[in-house]
């Protein structure tokens, strides 16, 4: 019954922490080619970009090793 329904990355948790890592990563590494791209709107919207690139820069230990138990749990689970 489980695989007829089409859950989104919104109600699933492990989908939902996926999307957020990959978004603090992907944020991280655009600011880190192209700063004024992600610095120019620190505020609305897109300043929520501005600060999953500030994260993924002061927390990056903490963010890659999420990004790899979040591979293994994919991978293997």
């Known amino acids: 019954m489980q ?3 089409s859950r989104s990355a919104l109600f699933n948790f492990q989908s939902l922490i996926t ?3 990959l978004l603090i990563c992907t944020c991280a590494y655009i600011r880190n080619f192209v700063p004024k791209l992600i610095d120019r709107n620190k505020e609305g919207l897109l ?3 501005w600060k999953l690139a500030r ?3 002061r927390l990056s230990p903490w963010v890659a090793l999420s990004c790899m138990c979040m591979a293994v749990v994919v991978l293997f689970f």
């Open 47 to 49: 300043g929520v970009f």
């Open 55 to 57: 994260i993924g820069e």
């Open 3 to 5: 695989s007829m329904i």
């Open 19 to 21: 999307v957020i890592l």
